[in-house]
């Protein structure tokens, strides 16, 4: 009887002891969703297929020769990354409407064109234009601005800098006017300093002027893939950046070399992995759309 009697009292306290945890580890739940930390975002990075460009001589891209007579292409990628329930389009490649010319288009020294639409490729997971909160842009070269009027709702996110030279008369070499007069009647955010476009320091853009006044680089950190940072035009090519050649199209040669030395720094700084945009090994790199980095 006595012995019973205790195993009671054991298995009532067990039973106790057992609330007991369940209900502290359920008011620490409760109380993190209401009080706590927020969950870091979900993040995803895509490498969007956004045009080519052909060049029969690759001599612009480096003003000490070193290309010259060399023939070449370039991939042009939009790099779309989510960040909770938001989207951002990074560089919106060479347009749609190049997708519709056979043998795409001859401008600017090359052959830009494109296999399938952004829209198209947006529509493929999903979304709309109306989908993306903001639109950023390394800066307003053609092959960047392509598909700006795509987005009428979305808030423009550009280097202070970079809207009044983009618009100045004559139009900079590597501007295409009407890929950019939609930005006349959109809402834009330009920035005088890096932007944290969260402000939880995950989608970082930073300033990188040189290759144009306003460009800007985009430092990612991902919850699983880390730091990685895209280099915007600072570099073209894998040989631009080990070489660090400056480009023929470019507004400031100094700026240009500081801002490499910038992007150097952050890469020793931060271990991020470097992406440029331009260069086909570094594209091929990242997951095949609609594959994604997290
Ligand atoms: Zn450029």
Known sequence: MILTGSRKIASKARRGILLFFFLISTARTFSTRLYGQPAPPAMRLYAIDCGRLDYPNMDGFSDTNDYAGQTGSLVVPCFLVRHGNDWMLWDTGVGDRIAALANGEVKQDARFSLKRTLASQLAAIGLTPDSIRYVALSHLHSDHSGNIGLFPHAVFLIGAAELPWARSLPTPEGVEAPLIAPLDHAKIEAFDKDRDVFGDGTVRILKAPGHT??????????????????TGDLFHQRRSLKEHLVPRVNTSRADTLASMNRFEGLVKATGARAIIPHERQDFQSLPAFPGFLE
């Open 213 to 230: 006044p306003g460009h800007c680089m985009l430092l990612l950190k991902l919850p699983k893939a880390g730091p990685i940072l895209i």
